[in-house]
């Protein structure tokens, strides 16, 4: 399917918000040669500061402006993971295609509804999953097509963060959606789905829920029908480093800060012997994202990896069942 223009076209991006990410957005437009064409935030005074910051020309007076406004193409959504489908909703209706932040919505009838209407409206919806878009990953993908690795037997992935034992911010308060899972552990499961031939079906978890009741820890069993395996564990109150290794019969790669990777390290069964791959650069992940995403509007939907998005939306969502978690938006 095309979805018009070509990928020389200089699209029009809107954010909606203006936090860490929206700021890193704006720099990636300018590593372009581009400039966010327009901002939409809850606090009105934020965004006029954001827009002085990035020269960036029209600022809206209600947030929900951003949707009604002709000259948007693209939205990319920055927000809280419970006010995602709200929004996603509205863009969506509106005919904008959107780059939504992780996790992309709460659980996966969400995601079915923003899929339905991107359907009928004929736009790209898309996660903004760096993983997905780090060189890193093509590479080890060829290499592993390459058949030099042997077949996949086990992924092994850690992701710990230090987050201060406060119950009213976004890490974990669940008025915000917070927790391990959608803030930490959707990274280690598209990881995890990047390399399997197949999605996981057997899925056996367990859990150590904060004070306010999300999941502040948590160990989590995987295994798909051609018998790949995955181990994942995730702390928001300890450190952990975001490391990954892929074990193979005929070798094992081993990758720190995957979220973002830029290097693997290759170490082969048979002999001991160890390559290094270097691809892409930490500093251009948004700006990776943003050519993909401009590259599915041109006719190639396929770049944004929709169906592994998708995946792993259902595990998190088979997950959370498990735990007996559910947010307020979904009681």
């Known amino acids: 399917m095309s979805f018009g223009g070509n990928k020389m076209k200089n699209y029009h991006w809107a954010t909606l918000g203006c936090g860490v990410i929206a700021n890193e957005l704006a720099q990636a437009m300018q590593q372009n040669g581009q400039n966010l064409y327009s901002v939409a935030n809850r606090t009105h005074s934020k965004a006029v500061e954001f827009a002085q910051k990035y020269g960036i020309k029209k600022v809206y007076d209600q947030i929900e402006d951003v949707f009604s406004d002709p000259e948007v193409d ?11 489908i709200k929004y996603l909703r509205q863009a969506l209706k509106a005919g904008k295609h959107v780059l939504c932040e992780k ?29 997905y878009h780090m060189p890193i990953y093509q590479e080890l993908s060829q290499i592993i097509s390459s058949g030099r690795l042997g077949a996949l037997k086990m992924l092994q992935l850690n992701f710990g963060s230090y987050k201060d034992y406060d119950m009213t911010n976004r890490f974990f308060n669940p008025n915000l959606a917070g927790g391990a899972l959608l803030d930490i552990g959707v990274y280690a499961l598209s990881l995890v789905r990047w390399f399997m031939q197949e999605k996981p079906t057997q899925i056996m978890s367990q ?12 160990g989590i069993l995987l295994q798909n029908d051609v018998g790949e395996m995955a181990t994942v564990a995730l702390t928001l109150h300890a450190k952990q480093p ?86 307020p938006e979904e009681r």
């Open 74 to 84: 693209i939205i990319y959504i920055s927000t809280p993971h419970n006010t995602h």
């Open 103 to 131: 996790a992309i919505t709460l659980n996966s009838a969400e995601l079915a509804e923003a899929k339905q209407l991107a359907q009928e409206n004929h736009v790209v919806l898309a996660e903004a999953m760096t993983i």
């Open 207 to 218: 859990v150590k829920l904060a004070p306010s009741g999300v999941d502040e820890q948590a």
């Open 242 to 327: 975001k490391r990954a290794t892929i074990a193979f019969d005929k070798g094992y790669i081993e990758i720190f800060d995957y979220p973002r990777g830029s290097k693997a390290t290759i170490t082969y069964t048979a002999d001991g012997a160890v390559e290094v791959i270097e691809a892409g650069s930490l500093a251009q992940a948004l700006r990776y994202e943003v050519n993909d995403m401009q590259k599915a509007l041109a006719g190639e939907p396929e770049v944004m990896h929709f169906d592994y998005t998708w995946d792993v939306m259902e595990m998190m969502t088979a997950i959370r069942k498990q735990w007996g978690l559910l947010y």
